[in-house]
Nanobody
Framework: QVQLVESGGGLVQAGGSLRLSCAASGRTFSSYLMGWFRQAPGKGREFVARISWRGGSTYYADSVKGRFTISRDNAKNTVYLQMNSLKPEDTAVYYC????????????????WGQGTQVTVSS
């Protein structure tokens, strides 16, 4: 089992940047695929990015490709989401999630979730 805690959210102007962090408990962090999702008010949870066990493979939603970068540091049990060129439509609660099995963009395939961190982008 793994527990996830996100941090780094906040209020930023359009065009700005934020870096989200997700700290994981436990000694098996490197055995999990990690993903970031987001949920805007009144909308369903949306896939943002995922990263493989050692960080060699990443995948992004088209809406964030070229602006967001996912990375991980297995020595620190942490996954990151660097968000640049932020837009008002990026406003959402951002969640990190851990997946024990195979790479997926479907939130139902992820086994563990953090509590989320709010990102608000003003225009």
């Amino acid at each position: 089992q793994v527990q996830l805690v996100e941090s780094g959210g906040g209020l930023v102007q359009a065009g700005g940047s934020l870096r989200l962090s997700c700290a994981a408990s436990g000694r098996t962090f490197s055995s999990y695929l990690m993903g970031w999702f987001r949920q805007a008010p009144g909308k369903g949870r949306e896939f943002v990015a995922r990263i493989s066990w050692r960080g060699g493979s990443t995948y992004y939603a088209d809406s964030v490709k070229g602006r967001f970068t996912i990375s991980r540091d297995n020595a620190k049990n942490t996954v990151y989401l660097q968000m640049n060129s932020l837009k008002p439509e990026d406003t959402a609660v951002y969640y990190c999630a851990a997946d024990k099995s195979y790479p997926s963009t479907n939130d139902r395939d992820y086994d563990y979730w953090g509590q989320g961190t709010q990102v608000t982008v003003s225009s």
